[in-house]
Structure formats: C-alpha cells, structure tokens
C-alpha cells in the first residue's frame, strides 16, 4: 500500500509537465493510437466504456425485441427473422434454443457489460479525477488495461453467438447442473465455455477499475478536499468500487469449480445425475453451493449498478433544483449501509431452494433492513426539490424519473424479500417487473441522466434538447406499460423464462397483454436508437459549450477548460474550500468549491 | 422479406427523420430565441407534463387494476389452508407499500411541478434537518417490523414439519417431466439410489429391488409396493400433503401457484414442502368457472430448452375417491418384473413386517 502511495505521487509530481508542454505544443507527440485507442487519459477510457457500453445496450435491446416478438405473437411467422438468425428462426419462428440463448445473452449483457462497465466504467472513469481534482487515476496504465480486458471480453462473449452450438441458454445466473452438463443443453456446451472465459476476463476488468477507483478517492483528492467535501457521485463510485473489489472475487472462485467440473472431473457442483439415460459418476457435490457464490457477488451487483445512478441522481437533482443535497451525511451514511448490507443478503434468492428457514429469517429481516436507507435516500431527494427552483433539463427530468422508479421498484422488493411472499412469487413475472424496474430501467435512467448532465464535459457540445425531453417521455411512459402489468401476471403465477404458454391452463389468459407489452417494448426500443443517434450526430455537430460552467454546477469539473486536455486543468489544480452542495446559500446562486469561505458567510 | 416488413421499416425511418428534423430546427429557432426563453418555454411545459404524468399515472394504477385483478390468483382465493396466509401478507403488504407510494410519488411529481423554476423564485438554502431525518429512519423501520413479524410467523407456519398422518408423496423432476411415488400400503418408500435408475428397464426412481455385488446395494423390500406415476399427482381434499422432492438431472422447481408455494427440486439434495388442499379439482372447477380447470404443476426453475413445457398435473379428490384410484395402481415392482406379479401376495406381506423395523432408517434417509 505503502509502495502504491508513494508511486501515486509521483505521478501526480509528473503529469503537470506533460500537460503543461501539451497546451503549448498541440498534440504532435500523441500519435491516434495512444490519443483514442491505447489512452490512458481517463476521460478517453470512459468514453471507450461508454460507446462500448452502447454497443451492447443495443445489442442485448435487440435480443430482447426478438424474444418479445416471440412472447408477444407466438404464433406468428417472421420471414425477416429467418434471414437474420438462419437455423434459429426456421420458418420464421424463434425457436426455444434460440429464445432461450437470446434471454440468457440480454441478462448478462445487460446487467454486466451494460449497467456495470457501461455505467460504472464510464462515469467512474470519467467523474473521479474530474470532481476529486486529480490529473488522472491512480494508474492510467492499470485503467486502460481495464478497459482493454472488458474489450477482450466482449469479444470472446460476442464470439459465443456464432459458434454452431450456439451461446450459452442457461439463464445469466448460469446454475449447475444445466450450465455445467452438455448433456444438459447445447448451449452448456462450447457456448458455456466462452460465457465462462468471458465472464472470467470481465471480473478481471473490474478488478483492475475497482482498485484504481478506490485508490484515486482515497489518495489523490485536490488540496481541501476532505473526504465529507466529495460530491455524492464520488461516493457513490467509491461504495461501488468496494462492493465490486470485495465480491467479485468470489464469483470468480464460483467460476472456476463451475469449470473444473465441466471439464476436470471433479463434484463441486454435481451429484445423483442421471441424464441421457446414464448415471454420471459424480456424488457428494451441491448444486446449491455455486447459488451461494453466485448470490454474493449478485446480489452486491445490483448495487453495484444502482449506486453509481444513485450518486449521479443526488448531484443533478441538487444542481437542477438550485438547492443543496438535503442531508449530505446520511445521504453518504444511508449508501455506507447499503454497501454493508448489500453483502448480508444474498440468500434472499435461495428461499426456495431447500435453504434452512431458520436462516431465511435472518435474511428476510437484513433484506428488509435494506428499506430503511433506502426510504431515507427517498425522502432526502424529495426534500432536496421541495422548495427548489428547479430547472427540467433532459438530465434532470431523467433523475426525476430514476426516483419515480426506484419508489416503484423498491416498494415491490419488500414484498419479494419477505420469504412467506417469496414462497408463491419466486420466479414468477412479478420478480421480472420488480428488478427491470428498480435495477433496470432506474439505472438506465440514472445513466441517461449522467449523460445527459455531463455530455458537454465531455465533447464539448450539447445534445439536442427535443430530442432529448422526447426520449425522456417515451421511455420514461413505455418502462411503466411495459412493467407495470407484469406484476399482474406475476399474481397470477406465471412463470418467466418459458417460451410460450399456450399449453398452460393457468397463464394463456395474458395473451392481449403480452402482445401490448411487446408492442410498447418495440417502441421504446426505437426510441433509444434515436437517443444513440442523438449522441453521435451530437459529438461532431451538437450546439457548441460556449461557457466553462453551463449548468452553475460547484463541482471541480466546471473549472477546467471547456475541451480539457490529458491533465484536465492547465494550470496548477485547484484548491477546494467548501462542499460541493452551496446552492442558493445568502442569496448567492452558487459557490464552487473552489471559492474560499468568507468572513461574513452564515455557517450551515 | 415481404412487402409489409419493408413498408414498416420504411415508416419507422421516415418517423425518425420527421423526429429529427423537428428536433433540429427547434435547437435553431432556440438558439435564436436566446438560451433564456426556450428554457422558460421548455420549463413550462415539462413541469406541466409531470403533474400530468402523476395524474394519468395514478388512474391508469387505477385503471390496470380493474383490468387486470380478475386474471390473478386473488379472486379465486387460495386453494391451500396455508396459502390464506399468503394471501393476507400480501394484502397487508399492499396497504402499507401502496399507501407509501402514493405518498411518494405524489410528493415528487407535485413539488417538480409546484418548485419549477419562476421568476423571482428563491431556492430555499435547506441543507439538513437532524429532526426530519430521524422521522424518516424511524417510521419505516416501524413497518418494517411489523411486516417482517407478520411474515416470519407465517414462514414459518408454512415451513414447520409436515402433521402426522399426512399422505405423503415423492416427487422427482428430470427434463422435462414430472414423476410421482407414493409409498404403499407399509407407508414407507423404498431406498433408492441414482445408479439403478433405468428407464427401459421401470425403474424411473432407481428403487432398489435387487442386491447389486458391484454397487453395494442390498434389496430394499419396502420398495415392492412402492406405486410411480408420470405427470398427474392425486392428492385428497382436506388431508396434508407432504411433497418429498428430487431432481435426476438438472434444478428444476414445483410450482404449485394455485396452493401458493413452490419448492426447488435440486439433484442430490431432496427437500420438502407441505399442504393441505381445500378444494377438489371439480370444485374448483365451479369457483373459478372454468370447465377446463386444473391444479397444475409449473416449473420455476430455468432447467433447458423444454423448461417451459414441463408441466404436471395434480387431482385433488375425496378419500373415496383416492381410495379407488389407489386400488387400481398396480406397484411399479410388477411393472419392472413382470414375472414376480403371481406370486406377490405373500413375500410383500412378509417383506413389510420385517421391513418395518428399517422404516424408520429409510424415511430419515430420504427425509435428510
């Protein structure tokens, strides 16, 4: 640690010369590979997460339009889908290997390249250093190799589509025996393989940001930045961080018994198997022991993709309202107990697997426990706009929407919690409805704000502000008509992952409403190509940043130059004197950071 | 592809670039209007659109309620004496989460509204407030409470061990079906053992008829009576059930959605769950008044390609009626060796009486 400390100085001592000998001779020492392939600027990384982020969103939406096409109208015929996915669609019908590879697929992607290294990579990457006031992370080298092994990643994960047994099929939470038997499904063959290779280069990847992330908090904020200064973005990437360096590991370690068992003989996972008309030598192992290391790195990933939105969501909401952050303590205090709690619940998802009830309890309490810093987070963001002047702009419209969900989402996992509910609603839609809301689409929301909030930091122009409130309003509108009713089928006990239902007595009534749900799907999914499109039409011809600080925002970011080069700040970096949150304080509108207390300043 | 496809991706580019051009000249005819006038205009109208959102939002919860209650389960009611208390946390859960997200919600959608940027308006400099925070960390741990009592004192209700006397049934998932084993007349189920399964053979189970030198096994003679079934469960009205439940191959899931429980069936690890059903399948057939009605048996647990059409089916019956049906179940011992059905009578009398005294072994072994 000692090493690493002394090592961050140094670098810190360095860069001032570099930046100062790039503002006054151009850039002709940078040649387009290392500016905008193998950069180590951070504010280059975490456009890379991003677009790469996009990438996948766009990818895993599409997966998620198929199989809702498929959900939607299992009847119908779509030649078009024959002559994109071949054999998968013959006849111009999904087939169930193919709907389940597409649902297994849009889960990890999602959840893992897309609101994980998407969100938390891009923001993470690009707010630490900006709003500590550091010239870059803690390692520029170890942040690009971050991104370069979630590139390596994606490959590998992108390549398992095409391989002739396809992707695997299993569920994003992969469990044994179905994702560690070929016998089992053919996507558990080869496929499975790739999803575990990539899955392995992915945790590398996070490991490699996490530290840096954490590291850059802890020992590079800017002269006067204590720790209770940060903006709540900071925090939030730093709980994030923890969660991630703490339980990735452990998913790590679910991975490779998870191989070892497929391919060395080994019974960490398998026992009592007779498939395919044969009984598999394997005994004594438990296929509930890989649901437990799963679950501890899974359930902290939730929070792992919903506190950076959380962060992100407190900073705009407050700058939008011309109000501080209401209770900036237990703001950080209400995230600190979500990051503890985060690792005390992951059990919450094993209620129904034979798991003891006498330890279900104990976990159905800390789960619940997890709405109280929750409620306090709601309501402080309630009180931070109460009284404001608020501005709507597109970022902050979408942080309205995040808490809108995350009411909504979060209300829904009391219930789901509580193992006496759980019992009936385990597995069923009402869980779908639950977490796209919460996690989902909240964090999507959270990231759109950020983008919105931060895009002309980062290139300097503007995003189209119609295009921006339309994309707001359809997602926003389509996320409830999507999820909303889905709680309804949950109660009526409708299972997810099933390809169809018409040979169910129970569940062939949602027929009108799964056809609607689709159609809604469709469209807010075409919205987001407009949003994309807005991006990149944006960077090149967007309304140009004519001012340092567009949005009277006090963080650190606002006083580098509109197009800050690697370094960020020309000059010295500045000096910090106050926290990030003095809006509307003694008349004045607001007072970066960088303003020294004055004599006559009232105290808060 | 056909001409529909065709014109349908032709009208979806044309709508963006109608979108996108709107968009576009709007971001000029704001650029001259100066950044302060189209920031006004655009306030308006998303502060106005907001309090519509709440407004519309709340009627069509309302609305989609209406709509769509009569698909759930609810109406029904449980099928189950122990799903009542599903149904009950779930109202009590309803009421106070409801109750707080209207609150919420409204709280939110009213103050962007009402706090929208005006001219003249003063932000209200409210950094913290020790007395509010500590309301709010108060009240919902109070709910909190009150919801995890109620609910623990139900789970464990519906997780306590099954009363004696209950009717008690195995059952094994493999991909994608369901099978079924209830004990016999001696009331105990064979041992089995996972090597022995062999399905030309009728052995689903692999109960352990004969001694086998290499495996180690000895003939378990409680097996000779043991009765299997595929796919339909006959329970009786009124009497507990107790599931014993098992996989063969992958994590499958007994999802019993009309008693209001479901259970994990995982391979090598046989867990439990018990009930006791209210209504025969014929009466429900009146409540719900749908002639096609069935208890059925839905997988929750992703197990593969054919998760979706594994399905089981459960008969709920009277005692009689289970009685007659019992009686014509020829035991799954005959069916595997046809040659031994003559001569049943005795041995398998013998066999039970001597086997009792291992009873209790078998059970706790299929019961660990």
């Keep these: 640690m000692s090493n690493e400390t002394s090592h961050v100085h140094s670098s810190t001592v360095s860069v001032p010369h570099e930046t100062h000998h790039e503002v006054h001779h151009g850039h002709h020492h940078e040649t387009f590979l290392t500016k905008y392939v193998f950069s180590q600027d951070h504010k280059t990384i975490a456009k890379q997460f991003l677009i790469t982020g996009m990438f996948w969103a766009l990818l895993g939406g599409l997966f998620s339009v198929i199989f809702r096409l498929q959900l939607g109208f299992p009847d119908a015929k779509f030649p078009w889908m024959e002559a994109l996915l071949g054999e998968w669609a013959k006849g111009g019908q999904l087939q169930a290997e193919a709907y389940y590879a597409l649902v297994t697929m849009h889960g990890t992607v999602l959840v893992f390249f897309v609101l994980t290294a998407g969100l938390s990579g891009t923001f993470s990457n690009f707010l630490i250093p900006l709003q500590v006031g550091a010239r870059d992370m803690a390692s520029p080298f170890m942040n690009m190799l971050s991104y370069w092994f979630f590139f390596v990643a994606s490959i590998v994960m992108l390549s398992s589509l095409f391989v002739q047994t396809g992707p695997f099929s299993g569920g994003w939470t992969a469990y044994p025996p179905l994702s560690a038997l070929g016998e089992a499904s053919p996507g558990s063959k080869v496929g499975m393989d790739l999803w575990l290779v990539s899955m392995a280069l992915f945790v590398v990847s996070s490991l490699l940001g996490g530290l840096n992330y954490i590291a850059t908090v802890l020992n590079m904020r800017t002269k006067g930045m204590s720790m209770t200064r940060l903006p709540l973005t900071i925090w939030a990437f730093f709980f994030t961080a923890v969660l991630g360096v703490l339980s990735f590991p452990v998913l790590f370690s679910g991975f490779i018994l998870l191989i070892f068992d497929r391919h060395f003989g080994t019974s960490f996972y398998l026992s009592d198997i007779y498939i395919n008309g044969q009984a598999l030598p394997n005994e004594g192992g438990s296929a509930i022991l890989y649901q437990h290391l799963f679950w501890f790195l899974g359930h902290p990933e939730v929070y792992i993709i919903l506190l950076p939105a959380m962060g992100m969501a407190s900073e705009i909401l407050s700058v939008n309202s011309r109000k501080p952050i209401f209770g900036y303590m237990a703001m950080i205090g209400s995230l600190f107990a979500i990051t503890i709690l985060a690792f005390l619940v992951w059990a919450h998802h094993m209620f129904v697997t034979g798991l003891n009830p006498f330890l279900g309890a104990f976990f159905v309490l800390l789960t619940l426990l997890i709405a109280v810093p929750s409620a306090i987070k709601v309501f402080n963001w309630l009180t931070t706009i109460w009284r404001g002047n608020i501005r709507f702009t597109p970022a902050m419209l979408f942080a309205l929407g995040f808490v809108s969900l995350f009411i909504s989402g979060g209300l829904t996992g009391i219930f789901l919690g509580n193992s006496a509910l759980d019992i009936q609603l385990h597995d069923t839609y009402f869980v779908i409805a639950h977490f796209h809301i919460v996690m989902g689409v909240a964090s999507m929301f959270g990231m759109f704000a950020g983008i919105y909030h931060w895009y002309p930091k980062m290139y300097g122009r503007y995003l189209n502000n119609t295009l921006g409130y339309i994309h707001f309003w359809v997602t926003m509108v389509g996320a409830y008509l999507i999820f909303w009713p889905m709680h309804y089928e949950g109660l009526a006990g409708m299972p997810r992952r099933y390809y169809k239902y018409d040979i169910w007595e129970s569940f062939k009534q949602f027929g009108e409403l799964n056809k609607f749900i689709s159609v809604v799907a469709i469209i807010v999914f075409l919205i987001q190509i407009l949003f994309i499109f807005n991006f990149f039409y944006s960077i090149w011809k967007g309304r140009k940043v004519t001012t340092q600080n567009p949005w009277g925002a006090n963080t650190l970011e606002w006083t580098t130059p509109i197009n800050p080069g690697h370094g960020n700040w020309d000059g010295e970096i500045p000096e910090v004197h106050r926290w990030a949150y003095d809006y509307g304080k003694d008349g004045q509108d607001h007072i970066a950071q960088t303003v020294p207390v004055s004599a006559n300043e009232s105290k808060h | ?368």
């Design chain 2, 1 to 368: 592809m056909t001409t529909t496809t065709y014109l349908i991706i032709a009208a979806a580019v044309l709508v963006f670039i109608v979108i996108f051009q709107i968009s576009k000249a709007s971001e000029y005819v704001s650029v001259l209007k100066g950044e302060e006038t189209s920031r006004k205009q655009n306030n308006r109208i998303n502060g106005f659109m907001l309090l519509g959102f709440m407004i519309v939002g709340f009627i069509a919860v309302y609305y989609c309620n209406k709509l769509l209650y009569k698909t759930t389960l609810f109406p029904q009611g449980s099928a189950s004496v122990e799903g009542e208390d599903f149904d009950e946390m779930f109202m009590i859960t309803t009421a106070v989460t409801g109750l707080v997200f209207v609150l919420t919600q409204f709280l939110l959608f009213f103050f962007a509204w009402k706090y929208q940027e005006k001219e003249g308006r003063k932000a209200f400099y409210f950094p913290h407030n020790n007395k509010l925070e500590l309301i709010w960390t108060v009240v919902p741990a109070i709910f909190l409470t009150v919801l995890v009592v109620f609910g623990l004192r139900s789970w464990f209700r519906i997780t306590s061990d099954a009363p004696k006397g209950a009717l008690e049934v195995e059952i094994v998932g493999k991909q994608f079906g369901w099978m079924m084993r209830y004990p016999g007349k001696d009331k105990i189920f064979g041992k089995t053992y996972f090597r022995v399964i062999s399905d030309e053979n009728s052995n689903p189970f692999g109960q352990i008829f004969q001694d086998d030198e290499t495996l180690k096994l000895k003939a378990d003679p409680t097996n000779f009576d043991d009765v299997v079934t595929t796919q339909t469960m006959y329970i009786v009205k009124g009497r507990p059930v107790k599931l014993i439940i098992g996989s063969r191959d992958v994590i499958h899931d007994v999802g019993l959605n009309h008693f209001r429980l479901k259970m994990d069936a995982v391979p090598g690890i046989p867990t439990t769950l018990w009930f006791t059903p209210k209504y025969t399948t014929k009466e429900m057939k009146e409540r719900t008044g749908n002639p096609n009605f069935v208890y059925e048996i839905a997988c929750d647990q992703m197990c593969g390609n054919g998760h979706y059409s594994m399905k089981g089916i459960i008969e709920v019956v009277t005692q009689e009626e289970f009685d007659v049906w019992m009686a014509k179940q020829k035991p799954n011992y005959y069916t595997a060796f046809p040659d031994k059905e003559p001569g049943v009578v005795k041995p398998a009398a013998a066999d039970s009486t001597a086997a009792a005294t291992a009873a209790e072994k078998t059970t706790v072994a299929i019961n660990k």
